[in-house]
């Protein structure tokens, strides 16, 4: 049984607080269509700490400007099982959908690259040493600096 771990994310307030905005969880994407409803999930508030799932795709959207010329401002972030998110893309303007669609079905194909979700600690660990155990980390720790 996979265990979902969620952890506190700082989701941002993309655009103007007096206009449009919103964020999603993506957990699917409808690959025909190229609007907004393409992206499927659960919405949450931007501005603020929310509890996310590591691994997560999340979709941020904004506007700015005038309601009659609003400027479409759109953010695509990865949660981080350290409470970090990674910035993969961003989208301006009408088109935002149909640009960011293939690289959020790239996102939730990939899956998390997070050895945390990869797999789950578990008692077998116990068979190994403290420096063991502390030489991998640093080993993975370069690993993704690389």
Avoid: C
């Amino acid at each position: 049984m996979n265990d979902i771990i969620l952890v506190p994310v700082d989701v941002p307030l993309v655009g103007d607080e007096r206009r449009k905005n919103w964020a999603k969880i993506v957990t699917n994407v409808d690959e025909s269509l190229a609007s907004g409803w393409a992206f499927e999930g659960e919405f949450i508030a931007t501005g603020g700490i929310q509890d996310v799932p590591v691994g997560s795709v999340l979709l941020i959207y904004g506007e700015r400007g005038s309601r009659t010329n609003p400027q479409i401002e759109v953010q695509v972030l990865r949660v981080n099982s350290d409470a970090t998110t990674s910035h993969i893309a961003n989208a301006r303007g009408r088109a935002w959908a149909r640009t960011l669609r293939d690289e959020i079905v790239t996102l939730l194909d990939e899956g998390s690259e997070d050895p945390v979700t990869a797999k789950p600690w578990g008692p077998e660990l116990i068979q190994y040493s403290n420096e063991a155990l502390d030489e991998e980390l640093r080993r993975r720790s370069r690993d993704r600096e690389d």
